[in-house]
């Protein structure tokens, strides 16, 4: 079992920056793909960066790329997203979530999500 707890949700204006952490428990961290999605109001859960178990696969969101970061710290069991030049558009539920043990490549879908985080706000105002 995995637990997953984001942080670092907010209010920021349109060009600001936000990091968002999300720990998690057990052992298992650092043998999982790591995933951010979020879910504007109104919308469907979408995609917005992935990264492998090593770190050295990253993928992104092309509405995200440039502009956010995802990183790990397995020592720490955390994954990080850095979300900078923010956007009104970036309004959403950001979520993190934790594909299965082993596996080798970074995921993009919510069908291969094996833990899901509850969720932070994020709200970027004009």
């Known amino acids: 079992q995995v637990q997953l707890v984001e942080s670092g949700g907010g209010l920021v204006q349109a060009g600001g920056s936000l990091r968002l952490s999300c720990a998690a428990s057990?052992?298992?961290?650092?043998?999982?793909?790591m995933t951010w999605f979020r879910q504007p109001p109104g919308k469907e859960r979408e995609f917005v960066a992935a990264v492998d178990r090593s770190a050295s696969i990253t993928y992104y969101a092309d509405s995200v790329k440039g502009r956010f970061t995802i990183s790990r710290d397995n020592a720490k069991n955390t994954v990080y997203l850095q979300m900078n030049s923010l956007k009104v558009e970036d309004t959403a539920v950001y979520f993190c979530?934790?594909?299965?043990?082993?596996?080798?490549?970074?995921?993009?879908?919510?069908?291969?999500?094996?833990?899901w985080g509850q969720g932070t706000q994020v709200t970027v105002s004009s």
């Open positions: 057990g052992r298992s961290f650092a043998n999982r793909p």
């Open positions: 979530a934790a594909g299965p043990q082993y596996r080798v490549t970074a995921f993009t879908r919510a069908i291969d999500v094996e833990y």
